[in-house]
RNA sequence: GGCCCCAUGGUCAAGUGGUUAAGACAUCGCCCUUUCACGGCGGUAACCCGGGUUCGAACCCCGGUGGGGUCACCA
């Protein structure tokens, strides 16, 4: 077989040197030790929390050694393809203050390693394929679809691994004169890796060991099928171009899902090959969910929808407290370090991948309140309040006037016990804030608990008219509880809870029981902040009404 | 089924041959307190199983079991 006519009788277009490439697209010029990576997402214009956790890693291996962070966009399977999904990839990242050096972007590529789509790259991948194919290490294969699960049919009679490899790499086969006529006759084919690998049982199977930076050293028998590195349209197969890709981008560390682990000897032939270093893998364990049945299993995009980035869109998770929530279950060492640096800026911390865990964290909603809490705690009000009015907007326009033009009161509602040294961490996301707050609007204002056990009607009514008639506004907060506490006492309840305690037979009820008739009366639930603080917010008017309207109910 | 990855409390996890087996979330109790939070103190709770190596194993080796992944002209 004549490679090089082959090569020319399948790539007479291409017309330039593999080698010409290498210095189109140079060695990277960075600092010692920088790190280049990428993101590389299929245009399904779908991110799920998956790409969001390996792309926060991409981001800080990249940022964190002064080197660069890039999106390539995987369009080799044309099915695929939602339009405006850089679009879309962009901007949620964007939400998550995640953001690209280099790459595709919403107005156009920036970079000078591009086109950064590889459906643009075709020649390059051709190139190297016709390379290929002289060095004798690819070969067509003209096996039609109908051959194809023939050759599956037989190899699971004999119970053979299924694939193209071996004696079933009929195509290898072929001499120029047959594949001439193949190509005359217009029949389609796809370009295949001539694998080096043998066809042995499993035991006698040569190894390759690559050292992955999250799990070290991993075994696996080296790649023997004969891959399809071309498809018949042209365009490379994903573990071709991430070679091609890769290398010529020149990246550092790849950092992707632990489904790619199965194919990594493949890879490692696919770089052999082209006489390339490969570059440090960093696989990734899956975040994994407890579903119904109470086993862990992979989150899915269909059934789960906490893995939708929109679904923290939609509840207004902050990106802040995502960010920090990502970087709990990224590296196990965050959260010692957070405790230690309660105000350090989080990019700060040092991520390494070594840290990076390799069993499948679960998803802890929990966690992610518990962070969030963290996180808002620490945001000034008006930053919040911007962030509920940039909420409200997109996801609940029918609530927006009650925020927008309204800063200034909204501010003081969300700073309600939020000052001093041991301030509230109520908040956790927009759905939540607006639901603790919700009672500072009138038109949301509604009675939604009962009167405490220990207070009958009659008393409920009398302790708000009383409440009423010794109401004054600009009492400061003790002479205003004082008032409660005496007339409390007069009506039958304990001054101090403690007294209540010790002598239940003595009193109806205690203070706390008497207060929480006026909670209900002014924010119609019988747990809320500082009663006192919330009334100096909603004014001395609508305050009245409110123990008014309450006490017209008994 | 072949191959591969993984395995410490309910969850996330420290831990790399000798530890009272950290810490965080959740949970429970107490304290603080006008409710709820916040905060403080304390409690319950774990090394998947079986062999080996070793004076000694959560840790090393082998074999199970369980979970996950993968076996496409998808990525």
């Known amino acids: 077989m004549d490679n090089m006519k082959l090569a020319e009788l399948l790539f007479p277009h291409i017309t330039k040197s593999p080698e010409e490439y290498e210095d189109i697209f140079p060695v990277r010029e960075l600092p010692e030790g920088a790190r280049v990576t990428r993101m590389a997402p299929s245009p399904t214009g779908f991110i799920h929390l998956g790409n969001l956790f390996s792309a926060f890693a991409d981001e800080r291996l990249a940022h964190q050694s002064g080197g660069v962070f890039y999106l390539r966009i995987e369009d080799t399977d044309d099915k695929r393809y939602v339009e405006g999904a850089v679009e879309t990839i962009v901007n949620v990242l964007d939400y998550f203050q995640i953001n690209f050096d280099e790459?595709?972007?919403?107005?156009?590529?920036?970079?000078?390693?591009?086109?950064?789509?590889?459906?643009?790259?075709?020649?390059?991948?051709?190139?190297?394929?016709?390379?290929?194919?002289?060095?004798?290490?690819?070969?067509?294969?003209?096996?039609?679809?109908?051959?194809?699960?023939?050759?599956?049919?037989?190899?699971?009679?004999?119970?053979?691994n299924p694939g193209i490899y071996g004696k079933w790499a009929v195509s290898r086969d072929l001499t120029l004169e047959q594949i001439e006529e193949n190509l005359k006759a217009g029949k389609p084919y796809v370009m295949r890796l001539k694998s080096k690998g043998q066809d042995l049982p499993p035991e006698e199977m040569k190894t390759i060991t690559v050292n992955d930076a999250i799990r070290g050293d991993i075994t696996m028998p080296e790649n023997n099928m004969d891959l399809v590195i071309l498809k018949a349209t042209g365009i490379p197969t994903y573990h071709f171009a991430h070679v091609i890709d890769d290398h010529f981008m020149r990246t550092t560390h790849v950092v992707r899902g632990e489904e790619w682990l199965s194919s990594l000897p493949l890879h490692v032939e696919l770089f052999e090959t082209m006489g390339w270093p490969h570059p440090v893998y960093c696989h990734t364990a899956h975040l994994m969910k407890i579903d119904e049945t109470g086993n862990k299993r992979k989150l899915s995009k269909r059934k789960d929808p906490e893995l939708s980035l929109d679904y923290y869109r939609r509840d207004g998770y902050h990106p802040m407290a995502v960010r920090e929530y990502l970087l709990n279950i990224l590296n196990s060492n965050f959260e010692e370090w957070r405790i230690a640096n309660p105000d350090a800026p989080i990019d700060e911390f040092q991520f390494t991948a070594e840290k990076m865990s390799n069993s499948g964290a679960l998803f802890d909603l929990n966690k992610l309140?518990?962070?969030?809490?963290?996180?808002?705690?620490?945001?000034?009000?008006?930053?919040?309040?911007?962030?509920m009015i940039d909420w409200a907007k997109e996801f609940r326009p029918e609530i927006l006037p009650l925020f927008e033009g309204n800063e200034a009161y909204i501010e003081q509602i969300l700073d309600l016990g939020r000052t001093g040294n041991k301030p509230r961490k109520d908040l956790v996301c927009a759905v939540q804030i607006f639901d603790f707050i919700k009672y500072f609007f009138d038109d949301h204002f509604v009675i939604e608990n009962e009167l405490p056990e220990n207070v009958s009607k009659e008393d409920a009514k009398a302790i708000l008219e009383t409440y009423l008639a010794g109401y004054d506004h600009n009492d400061d907060q003790s002479v205003w509880f004082d008032k409660i506490r005496t007339f409390g006492a007069e009506m039958g309840y304990a001054a101090k809870p403690k007294d209540f305690k010790k002598n239940p037979d003595m009193y109806k009820g205690h203070v706390g029981d008497v207060s929480t008739v006026v909670r209900l009366a002014v924010t119609g639930r019988s747990q809320s902040p500082d009663i006192w603080g919330i009334q100096q917010i909603l004014g001395e008017e609508r305050t009245i009404e409110r123990v008014k309207a309450y006490a017209a109910q008994f």
């Open 103 to 160: 790459g595709a972007g919403i107005t156009g590529d920036k970079g000078d390693y591009g086109p950064y789509h590889q459906s643009q790259r075709a020649e390059l991948y051709q190139t190297f394929v016709k390379k290929m194919v002289q060095n004798g290490q690819a070969y067509p294969c003209f096996l039609t679809e109908e051959e194809l699960s023939d050759i599956r049919a037989q190899q699971e009679a004999i119970k053979a």
């Open 369 to 387: 309140s518990d962070v969030c809490k963290d996180v808002l705690v620490k945001i000034p009000a008006a930053e919040l309040c911007q962030f």
